[in-house]
């Protein structure tokens, strides 16, 4: 089962969290403001391996943090 | 006339790959499959290559809980949903191969008012678009599934149900197999064992697909892959609006008594139906984080077997057989994503989620018609990817059963 490391609370089990999706930040490499914020808005990198992630510890601190996690494995990487 | 229940030995006409095609599909689940079989049956269009990378039907075509209904809730998605209904109903005789279509009947229960109110809603717009789904009490619930606690074990109380008579199951595997040696019997070549490992691009175009045993060209590349099509389109220079999470499901042992209907429960997010063996299957929600491992978890189990013996006491007295696991590309409003991608050569059926097993005669017509003519049959077109630059999204997560 996957755990994941809180800084406020050390590792805790996955259903404690909830899952706030990839962090993205906008492509400046797509020029037109439009097709930027479509990508921005809904496109998914959904990479198979490391992706870079927001979770929110609903049931722990109620803080925001950022988690790198292997979807390949589905466990996290420090 | 096939008869029920009866399983004949299905022949497979096995191809060595050539290096052109008319047309390459990447993935030999059920929608590449049914793609390949209408091209060839209703398009004349034989020359057609369906690339696999391990077996057929070794995705989520053979993982998924069989669940064959309409009673969507959104117009465009009644209206395909259900022509695939349609469909079903004559593809034993169609595919002359028996896959144990058996009608049941789906209960969608209500706990609360707002429970109520969405179902309502439900059933008016699935009656509005000819589709068969009607509100029932309690009582009449009990009556079509008398195995249920109307109490909900003390703590979910049924208010009321939606009930879709239409809806079915069948044997998932062979609806795969079915299509596969239809169209093989028509000249198309299934390729097992052989992983697409990129895309052949000449400038926007895509010409074909690169595998471990050499290149393919071809005039169209169709991704009917499940899973990891967000890489393969990314090869193409197109990206999706899809997160892969894995589903779960388990069986139990064998039930002795008759479970006729499929029981689900969109406030619980579980359902429950009897397969042919007499197992009762059990589904809920996806996994909350994407993922590709197909690694089943413990705490599914806990969730989803706390839920069902609130509905169905006698679950109780059941053992867990075995559990498995797939992964689904979820779209971001809950539907499909089938057609045009923006680059030539190019098409793409995916965003299939939890809900692709009961579209695969529907979406494998409908991709057939758009290679075969270059045409987008109305039937799809809302469900094109273009619908997210144009703000025209097709939500309809409270259909899916799932979160």
């Not at chain 2, 590349?221 to 999706?240: C, D, E, K």
Request: charge should be negative; proline fraction near 5%.
């Amino acid at each position: 089962m996957l755990w994941l490391p809180c800084s406020n609370c050390g590792r805790r089990p996955v259903e404690e969290f909830i899952f706030g999706g990839e962090l993205r930040v906008p492509d400046e490499a797509i020029v037109d403001p439009a097709a930027r914020d479509l990508d921005y808005v809904w496109m998914q990198d959904n990479p198979e391996g490391i992706s870079t992630e927001r979770w929110f510890h609903a049931a722990g601190c109620r803080r925001w943090l950022t988690v790198r996690r292997d979807t390949a494995t589905d466990s996290d990487v420090a | 006339m096939i008869e029920e229940g009866v399983e004949r030995r299905i022949a497979f006409r096995w191809a060595q790959p050539k290096r052109t095609y008319d047309v390459v599909i990447v993935g030999g689940g059920g929608h590449g499959l049914a793609t390949a079989y209408y091209l060839a049956a209703r398009h004349g269009i034989s020359d057609v290559a369906v690339l696999e990378a391990r077996y057929i039907g070794a995705g989520n075509s053979g993982r998924n809980t069989t669940i064959i209904r309409a009673n969507y809730g959104v117009p465009e998605a009644v209206r395909f949903y259900g022509h695939s209904v349609d469909l079903y109903a004559t593809l034993e005789d169609e595919l002359e191969c028996s896959f144990i279509h058996q009608a049941k009947g789906l209960i969608w229960l209500a706990h609360t008012e707002t429970a109520m109110r969405a179902e309502r809603a439900r059933s008016l717009l699935n009656l509005a678009c000819g589709i068969e789904t009607v509100m029932i009490t309690p009582q009449e619930a009990k009556g079509l599934c008398p195995q249920l606690d109307l109490s909900g074990g003390g703590r979910y109380p049924v208010l009321g149900a939606s009930y879709h008579p239409r809806a079915s199951t069948a044997r998932h595997d062979r609806v795969v197999w079915g299509y596969a040696a239809a169209a093989m019997r028509r000249g198309v070549h299934v390729i097992q064992g052989t992983p697409v490992t990129g895309l052949l691009r000449d400038g926007d175009r895509v010409t074909g697909v690169e595998t471990a045993s050499g290149p393919i060209r071809a005039r169209v590349v169709l991704s009917a892959v499940g899973g990891n099509v967000t890489a393969l389109a990314g090869q193409a220079g197109v990206r999706l609006p899809i997160r892969t999470h894995p589903l779960q499901a388990f069986v139990t042992n064998g039930y002795a008594e008759d479970f006729g209907p499929i029981l689900s429960d969109t406030e619980l997010l579980c359902y429950a139906s009897q397969t042919g063996r007499g197992q009762m299957l059990v589904g809920a929600e996806f996994d909350p984080q994407p993922s590709y491992s197909l690694r089943s978890s413990f705490s599914f189990l806990q969730s989803a077997s706390a839920k069902i013996v609130h509905l169905l006491p006698f679950m109780r007295d059941l053992r867990i057989l075995r559990q498995w696991s797939g992964i689904c590309d979820i779209s971001a409003d809950f539907s499909p994503i089938l057609g045009a991608t923006g680059v030539d050569g190019f098409l793409v059926t995916t965003g299939w989620g939890t809900w692709g097993f009961k579209a695969i005669p529907a979406g494998g017509e409908a991709m057939a018609e758009v290679i075969a003519t270059g045409r987008t049959p109305d039937l799809i077109a809302p469900f094109a990817l273009d619908r997210f630059a144009a703000d025209h999204l097709l939500a309809d997560q409270g259909s899916t059963g799932t979160r």
